[in-house]
């Protein structure tokens, strides 16, 4: 079964359009839309075995590390560009995002909302970096270096010059309504529709 967060977005990309999907991973996000939207699709994926995964669905898939740049992309040259829960494992996710909205006319990033009530009392009773079934890692061997919450994510955004156009949450089981009110503690994923601002 596909996580929320990809189940949620599909809305938000027009059929028949031009989609990068940045850590695409196997590829089965692109295949979907492909055969339920019609896109053209593109993967951008760094680990081999993914790349193979995805080549095998039938993706157009490229091998890149999108921390060394995304230069090789003309402004503009997709309709929609996807970071789907990527952001955190970026070296510098400052760039990817600048990136992205240059790119692409429409940007859609989620990532974990590290401000979530679990993680802040997990961290603040136990003294110790949080380990759930959204963050199964421990801190020496996680792939997530740069975690952020929701209001982290919002000022980045207003510093790049980066419109939000529309954005969604994810709640914990009994917590949608709460997270609707107070989504920087009560998400756990954040679900977010950016573009570069108009000058």
């Known amino acids: 079964m596909m996580r929320y967060d990809l189940t949620h977005i599909q ?3 027009a059929a028949g359009s031009r989609v990068l ?3 695409c991973g196997d590829g089965e996000f692109l295949q979907q839309l492909t055969r339920d939207k019609g896109v053209q699709g593109t993967g951008l994926e760094n680990d081999l075995s993914n790349i193979v995964a995805a080549a095998g669905r039938g993706i157009n898939v490229i091998q890149q590390d999108m921390d060394k740049g995304l230069n090789n992309f003309a402004d ?4 929609t560009v996807v970071l789907a829960h990527a952001l955190q494992v970026l070296h510098n996710p400052h760039r990817v995002l ?3 909205v240059r790119i692409g006319r429409d940007a859609i990033v989620t990532f974990p909302n590290f401000g979530h009530w679990r993680c802040r ?3 603040g009773f136990r003294g110790r970096m949080p ?3 959204m963050l199964p890692y421990s801190w020496y061997d996680t792939p997530n270096i740069h975690f ?5 994510f919002e000022s980045l955004c207003a510093s790049l010059a980066i419109q939000i156009t529309d954005h969604a949450i994810v709640a914990g ?3 949608t309504t709460l997270a609707r009110l107070a989504p920087n503690v009560f998400a756990t994923t954040a679900i977010y529709r950016i573009r570069r601002c108009e000058s």
């Open 11 to 13: 809305p938000w990309i």
């Open 21 to 23: 999907d940045l850590g």
């Open 76 to 79: 503009n040259s997709f309709d």
């Open 98 to 100: 600048a990136d992205m």
């Open 121 to 123: 009392t997990y961290l």
């Open 131 to 133: 380990v759930s079934k």
């Open 148 to 152: 952020c919450t929701i209001k982290d």
């Open 173 to 175: 089981e009994g917590e």
